[in-house]
């Protein structure tokens, strides 16, 4: 019989400056000693811990530690008077799963400020669904619209890396929100999946990732962009005049090859997006947009659920492109 005084958990250590990951059994005391402590029902599977699981990215800042950048579940005990056991509540960013310990495991204690009370109409498995890729997604969107991009305009969005996690939920929610979506995919094979989350318009990321003059043909009038680099260089050479980029990825690079034309001859705004450090208010707005405009069934269609012992594995795989749309962890499976 299992000890009802254990959980389990995938940590990560290091030996012989390598990282391994392990599944193993906690208590806990072996938790951080910080305010909520949380029964974890999901957490999710992104572009981040793929880097931190494998030990391929300078994401983990101090070992051991419970990776997963994200969870959803319930308070089960409070120091704060924002929470009380039973309320529902999602994590995205602040550093969990990097600096502090995060989802991967049946438990998790954290901060209360890192907390979002969950919108009543999603469920924890929903909420990981949606994750810290699907919150960026929510994020890329609700900065175009600020930036004026409408959904009656005469060109289409524009979403880079669209298979991936954000780029699958952004096309999803931009498809519900009315807007013509341009779909950059480099596997033909995912274009029948696009096209079911909305996008009519397919381009070869090649054909993106090709040097571009300061300025092109007027194709966009906005982008979701996931990728950076020569991407983000030729999507924002194709922006139309008024238009807007919101940058939220760099799978292709930190560098950004282009010039200010795009910016000083034709008005584009690149805005930045970041879904670690985002405020509490624009983080219950996000989430309440998400539980209003994200279609359950299109995102039951771009999720697969896995277990713990599935996520060294699938760690590689999303460093290798090989992941389409979302993986939910159930650390209780």
Request: charged share 20%; proline share 6%.
């Amino acid at each position: 019989m299992t000890d009802p005084t254990t959980f389990r958990a995938l940590v990560l250590d290091q030996r012989d400056g390598q990282t391994v990951a392990e599944l193993t059994r906690l208590t806990d005391t072996d938790l951080p000693p910080e305010q909520v402590l949380v029964a974890v029902d999901y957490s999710s599977l992104n572009y981040k811990d793929g880097l931190a699981v494998t030990g391929k990215g300078k994401i983990v800042r101090r070992f051991p530690l419970v990776p997963g950048i994200d969870l959803a579940g319930t308070v089960l005990e409070s120091a704060s008077s924002a929470y009380r056991s039973g309320d529902r509540v999602v994590l995205t960013g602040w550093g969990v799963g990097e600096s502090f310990w995060g989802g991967y495991a049946q438990r998790a204690r954290v901060k209360a400020e890192w907390l979002t009370p969950l919108p009543d109409s999603l469920g924890t498995r929903q909420a990981m669904a949606i994750g810290t890729a699907g919150f960026t997604a929510m994020l890329c969107v609700l900065a175009l619209e600020q930036a004026g991009v409408k959904p009656d305009g005469a060109k289409p969005v524009l979403v880079t890396g669209a298979s991936g996690g954000v780029g699958s939920v952004a096309v999803a929610l931009l498809a519900q929100l009315g807007y013509r979506i341009a779909a950059v995919t480099g596997r033909l094979e995912n274009e029948a999946y696009l096209r079911e989350l909305g996008a009519t318009e397919f381009i070869d990321r090649e054909t993106m990732n090709q040097p571009c003059r300061p300025l092109e043909g007027q194709r966009w009038s906005g982008v979701v962009d996931t990728v950076g680099g020569r991407v983000l260089a030729r999507a924002l050479a194709e922006t139309d005049y008024g238009g807007a980029v919101a940058a939220c990825g760099l799978a292709g690079g930190i560098d950004l090859p282009t010039t200010v034309m795009p910016f000083i001859l034709r008005g584009v705004k690149l805005l930045g997006v970041d879904s670690v450090l985002c405020p509490p208010e624009p983080r219950r707005m996000a989430w309440a947009r998400l539980a209003r405009d994200l279609p359950a069934a299109v995102l039951e269609r771009m999720t697969e659920v896995v277990s713990l012992m599935e996520v060294p594995r699938l760690a590689e795989a999303i460093l290798a492109g090989q992941v389409r749309g979302r993986v939910v962890v159930d650390p209780n499976a």
